[in-house]
């Protein structure tokens, strides 16, 4: 007999995440998904039930605001900025710390047995950069894994607009 290991949560709690969405349409998408796993379940032993959970989907929440003179931002997600990103971030007006994030694939989806995606440095949550002018959506997905098909690891930033005094 195996010894397995369970979480639950307590009445009223959970977990969340925040969305911005920048395509039309990708709401219903996205619910569909969370739809999908809220029947299904996610993590280690769906087949027996576990995983399940419910969802509850607020739109159009305000939880802070952005000033209008902003000039720089700091991210509420893991980032991975693109070169031209790279190139206009200079010393003294980034604030950073990095994570190494390595995972697997969802194996019920695929047929071969090596699941372990390729490594990727990340900016984490909380560090802050410049606002770029010309540029809307900050970071790229990298691809991870090229085998049977390309993997990506979602490396857009979450955004959030902010002043930054001069050091």
Request: charged share 25%; net charge neutral.
């Amino acid at each position: 007999t195996e010894n397995h290991e369970s979480i639950f949560f307590n009445k009223n709690a959970g977990l969340y995440f925040l969305l911005q969405l920048n395509q039309p349409d990708i709401d219903k998408k996205i619910i569909a998904v969370m739809n999908f796993f809220s029947d299904r379940g996610i993590g280690g032993d769906v087949s027996s039930g576990k995983g399940q959970f419910d969802i509850e989907i607020k739109e159009d929440i305000k939880l802070f605001s952005e000033p209008k003179n902003a000039n720089s931002f700091v991210t509420l997600s893991l980032y991975y900025p693109n070169k031209n990103e790279l190139n206009n971030f200079k010393e003294g007006s980034v604030w950073y710390e990095q994570i190494k994030r390595k995972g697997k694939i969802e194996s019920a989806f695929v047929p071969f047995t090596d699941i372990w995606k390729e490594s990727v440095l990340m900016f984490k949550e909380g560090s802050t950069f410049p606002l770029i002018e010309e540029i809307k959506h900050y970071g790229k997905n990298p691809v991870v894994k090229e085998n049977p098909f390309a993997v990506q690891q979602y490396g857009y930033a979450f955004p959030v607009r902010m002043v930054m005094r001069d050091v």
